[in-house]
T-cell receptor
Framework: AQSVTQPDIHITVSEGASLELRCNYSYGATPYLFWYVQSPGQGLQLLLKYFSGDTLVQGIKGFEAEFKRSQSSFNLRKPSVHWSDAAEYFCAVGSTSGTYKYIFGTGTRLKVLA | GAGVSQSPRYKVAKRGQDVALRCDPISGHVSLFWYQQALGQGPEFLTYFQNEAQLDKSGLPSDRFFAERPEGSVSTLKIQRTQQEDSAVYLC????????????FGPGTRLTVT
């Protein structure tokens, strides 16, 4: 069965520091992968997606992610974090069972210190 | 519309009451999804519609949960005889169908069962 693991429940970084959020997936073929951000009281906003091709994908708000098939990972990175990046981040894999549903990780809550 | 809208945003129900949650997808989007997000967890798939057809309801946790999309646009998620374990945020998402892997989420309805 497909699954997504986000090993870090909470991460705290200082403003201006770099950020990496980990995501590992379990899937038999090339997955469709996503990162979403959720601010308090808000819905999920798509940061970036990977379907195929270049393994380094660029997203909104200065985020990028790298797909590494050998490590079954799709880690999210940002070179310099802003206080407004404090939120919860979810990694998801798109099911290919025909219904296009997402399977989400449990999320990583990011705290940014001024 | 500009985005996916959901109503009500907050709902408090007494145990045993029936509730109905509404989702207005982005205009023209053929695919519609419902997810349940328990506190501190990632969203979990409930059901999927393509136009008015409910193609996957494998995630509905019990027969107390029912979803419909009679005209292929607005959808309603109904929960009968609510229980405390139904307390969660219910997220609706839609996609164009041309790339059903990219889903746009609404702000969610927070249901609290007392």
């Amino acid at each position: 069965a497909q699954s997504v693991t986000q090993p870090d429940i909470h991460i705290t970084v200082s403003e201006g520091a770099s950020l990496e959020l980990r995501c590992n997936y379990s899937y038999g073929a090339t997955p469709y992968l996503f990162w979403y951000v959720q601010s308090p009281g808000q819905g999920l906003q798509l940061l970036l997606k990977y379907f195929s091709g270049d393994t380094l994908v660029q997203g909104i708000k200065g985020f990028e992610a790298e797909f590494k098939r050998s490590q079954s990972s799709f880690n999210l990175r940002k070179p310099s974090v802003h206080w407004s990046d404090a939120a919860e981040y979810f990694c998801a894999v798109g099911s290919t069972s025909g219904t296009y549903k997402y399977i989400f990780g449990t999320g990583t809550r990011l705290k940014v210190l001024a | 519309g500009a985005g996916v809208s959901q109503s009500p945003r907050y709902k408090v129900a007494k145990r045993g009451q029936d509730v109905a949650l509404r989702c207005d997808p982005i205009s023209g989007h053929v695919s519609l999804f419902w997810y349940q997000q328990a506190l501190g967890q990632g969203p979990e798939f409930l059901t999927y519609f393509q136009n008015e057809a409910q193609l996957d309801k494998s995630g509905l946790p019990s027969d107390r949960f029912f979803a419909e999309r009679p005209e292929g646009s607005v959808s309603t998620l109904k929960i009968q005889r609510t229980q405390q374990e139904d307390s969660a945020v219910y997220l609706c998402a839609s996609s164009s169908g041309r790339s059903s892997y990219e889903q746009y989420f609404g702000p969610g309805t927070r249901l609290t069962v007392t």
